[in-house]
C-alpha cells in the first residue's frame, strides 16, 4: 500500500501562484509514477500533470507552461508548481500514485487539497 498526503491548498487570486505537495510513504518502491488530477464542480476528475519513476513528464496540453511538475526523491514527495492561475482552475487537487503490472495499473490517491482561484 501506497499512503499520499497533499499539502500546500488555498486561496489565491487571479494571476497568482500556488505550490502543492503530496508526501508518500508506504511501499513506494513499488510506484511507477506519481502525478496530480483535479475536480472541479460538476465535471469529471482530469489529468494535470504526472512524473514517472525515470523523470518523464507528461501535461495536460492546456496547462502547459503554465504548470510544472517536480519530485524530489529522496523525500519521496511531488511537487505542483502553479503560476499566472485562473479562477478556472479551481478545483480539487488530488495526488496520485501508480504502479503497473503488465497491462494492469494500480492507483493510489491522496485526499485532495482545495485551491480556489478568486479575488
Known amino acids: 500500500q501506497v499512503q499520499l498526503v497533499e499539502s500546500g491548498g488555498g486561496l489565491v487570486q487571479p494571476g497568482g501562484s500556488l505550490r502543492l505537495s503530496c508526501a508518500a510513504s508506504?511501499?513506494?518502491?513499488?510506484?511507477?509514477?506519481m502525478g496530480w488530477y483535479r475536480q472541479a464542480p460538476g465535471k469529471q476528475r482530469e489529468l494535470v500533470a504526472l512524473?514517472?519513476?525515470?523523470?518523464?513528464?507528461n501535461y495536460t496540453d492546456s496547462l502547459k507552461g503554465r504548470f510544472t511538475i517536480s519530485r524530489d526523491n529522496a523525500k519521496n514527495t511531488v511537487n505542483l508548481q502553479m503560476n499566472s492561475l485562473k479562477p478556472e482552475d479551481t478545483a480539487v487537487y488530488f495526488c496520485?500514485?501508480?504502479?503497473?503490472?503488465?497491462?494492469?495499473?494500480?492507483?493510489?490517491w491522496g485526499q485532495g487539497t482545495q485551491v480556489t482561484v478568486s479575488s
Open positions: 512524473i514517472t519513476s525515470g523523470g518523464s513528464t
Open positions: 496520485n500514485a501508480f504502479r503497473t503490472a503488465g497491462k494492469y495499473r494500480f492507483n493510489y
Open positions: 508506504g511501499s513506494i518502491l513499488s510506484i511507477n509514477g
